[in-house]
């Protein structure tokens, strides 16, 4: 069982308290028998000293003894020069011996008064002796008188009992005290102890008291300045914790640190998003259990075996298919040495990379055909067809429309690239967006005629835009002309309008209608539903891929809604102001 610190020191004071206590009350009562000795002593001696003023006024020795017994109430003994007992008031002379050896008697022969405390030999009784010498020349030569002890310790029992009594008192009164204090210390203490258990855990921690200024309010202002300093050394630690996690956050690399047990330390969330998870692993999962990828386990073993860096392309098929480079580096410490794993996704790069690769042959498929027409041409009319009245207009007829597609996929190569440029910005300006529309439309009024499709702008109010009014009306053109293009019959309706926060603008045509499996892509660069007949309209394939890529610099959206057989509507939204659009 252990004592409490209350205890303890009540215990160990109080011991301290006791013993103090019960020293000094036996030097006291030690100094207090000597001094009644010392006094009963000097009583004696004056008693001692009257006996012997009168022992020489007569011979009948036990009469004076007998006489002063009866006086002083002591026992009185009359010694002659050799040491023999002449009288004794108390004790038959046949009783007692030669006295000339007794340390009291010794002194008085010698001519001073000697005192003695000691057992008497002939009685067997302790006593308080005092001699004198007897003044005269007759035959007595030392008067002694004698007290016994228990006498003096009769009149020295009330002393003792109050000195006993008062020591009791002081014993009580200081573990009465001892009490109070041993409990304030001990309170003190606990108050420290609390306050050294409260640094380091969340919230603030009591402070601990710094008065008085003893030896605990100084460790109370130590504990203060620590839980002070290691409060600022705790929150520089989470601001690098928390400025790490939200650096490895917001990576575009999947990030995870496995130990030398294959357990997860940490993941961000990117990765747990390039491998499907829900959510990054808790520390301590196993990550063969979280990542569920053979090869990334056998990378792992890899890394640590060779103790280098470790690099691999691999191919993921769930939750999507995907590319990623994958390096895994160990840390180097004790094996097995922990492994940082990074995932870098090339999914986006391949992607791009195959676009630029069709783009690149679609590019070169667009721009064959208009050139070996060009060339074949030329050189028809080179070789002697200009001498060919009859077919020559025709020829060169040719040229001029193939160059003029030449032309009008330049132009719209320009745009695209215009519009995919990263730094490309929005000339704002305000505008009436139903003005461009107007201005569109009649332009394209002798185009609609030539077709034979009506073209009709809905009426309405004025629709006021904030955005690049170069861009809006290129979009709006391109829609357009696709309309009238592919309507042989029936008629393009146009409309416009606002609500809330945005404008919207839509082309409905009564054409042949897009299929629902071609609908997903019509804006992409060089898709044709129908190839043969969009080449035959002369069509480059990049019109809606210029009016996707524009709006959506606008922070728009396009749409379209068809039903083959029936017709198609296109359609965007733009904010009724700019806003900057995320690419």
Not at 495 to 511: C, H
């Amino acid at each position: 069982m252990t004592l409490s610190l209350r205890t303890r020191l009540l215990l160990t004071h109080g011991l301290v308290v006791v013993a103090v206590a019960t020293a000094l009350t036996l030097l006291a009562l030690q100094a207090e028998r000597r001094w009644l000795l010392q006094l009963h002593g000097t009583a004696l001696e004056r008693a001692a000293v009257a006996v012997a003023g009168d022992v020489q006024e007569a011979q009948a020795f036990a009469t004076i003894a007998s006489r002063a017994d009866s006086t002083y109430a002591l026992r009185v003994s009359l010694i002659a020069r050799d040491g023999r007992v002449l009288a004794d008031s108390r004790v038959p002379l046949a009783q007692l011996d030669d006295h000339s050896d007794r340390p009291e008697v010794v002194a008085a022969f010698g001519g001073r008064t000697g005192r003695s405390l000691r057992m008497s030999r002939s009685t067997r009784v302790e006593y308080v002796y005092v001699a004198v010498p007897a003044r005269g020349p007759g035959p007595v030569a030392v008067v002694r008188v004698a007290e016994p002890v228990d006498a003096v310790r009769a009149t020295h029992a009330p002393s003792l009992r109050d000195s006993l009594l008062a020591a009791m008192g002081v014993i009580l009164a200081g573990f009465a005290l001892l009490f109070g204090l041993s409990g304030r210390f001990a309170g003190r203490v606990h108050a420290l102890e609390r306050v050294a258990r409260g640094i380091g855990r969340e919230g603030l921690a009591p402070r601990a008291a710094e008065v008085p200024a003893d030896d605990l309010g100084r460790l109370g202002r130590v504990l203060n300045e620590m839980e002070r300093e290691m409060r600022l050394r705790v929150e520089a630690l989470q601001r690098e914790r928390d400025d790490r996690e939200r650096i490895l956050a917001h990576m575009s690399d999947g990030v995870a640190l496995v130990d030398g047990a294959g357990r997860v330390v940490h993941v961000n969330h990117r990765l747990a998003a390039l491998l499907g998870a829900a959510r990054p692993a808790e520390p301590g999962t196993l990550f063969q259990a979280f990542a569920r990828v053979p090869d990334l386990d056998e990378l792992l073993e890899a890394a640590r075996s060779e103790a280098r860096t470790v690099e691999r392309e691999l191919r993921l098929w769930s939750p999507r298919a995907q590319v990623l480079r994958v390096t895994a580096t160990p840390l180097g410490g004790p094996a097995p040495a922990p492994v940082l794993l990074v995932l870098h996704d090339l999914t986006e790069s391949e992607r791009l990379q195959r676009l630029r690769q069709d783009f690149v042959a679609n590019v070169s498929h667009e721009l064959r055909t208009p050139l070996t027409s060009l060339r074949g041409y030329a050189e028809t009319l080179a070789e002697g067809g200009l001498e060919d009245v009859e077919h020559r207009e025709r020829f060169v007829h040719i040229i001029r429309d193939q160059a003029v597609r030449l032309q009008a996929l330049v132009e719209d190569l320009l745009s695209l690239a215009e519009l995919e440029r990263p730094d490309v910005t929005l000339r704002r300006e305000r505008f009436d967006l139903r003005a461009a529309a107007e201005r569109q439309v009649a332009a394209l009024r002798e185009a609609a005629r030539v077709a034979d499709t009506p073209l009709e702008l809905v009426s309405g109010g004025s629709v006021w835009v904030e955005g690049d009014r170069v861009q809006l009306e290129q979009a709006m053109a391109n829609l357009l002309d696709n309309a009238v293009k592919y309507t042989e019959r029936g008629r393009v309706t146009v409309r416009l309008g606002a609500d809330d926060a945005f404008a919207w603008f839509e082309v409905r045509d009564t054409g042949p209608g897009i299929p629902a499996e071609d609908q997903p892509r019509v804006f992409e660069r060089f898709y044709r539903v129908d190839k043969a007949r969009s080449r035959e309209k002369g069509g480059t394939g990049l019109g809606l891929s210029i009016v996707k890529h524009a709006i959506q610099l606008h922070a728009g959206e396009v749409s379209l809604e068809s039903t083959p057989g029936e017709g198609s509507t296109f359609s965007f939204r733009i904010p009724l102001r700019a806003v900057a659009a995320v690419r």
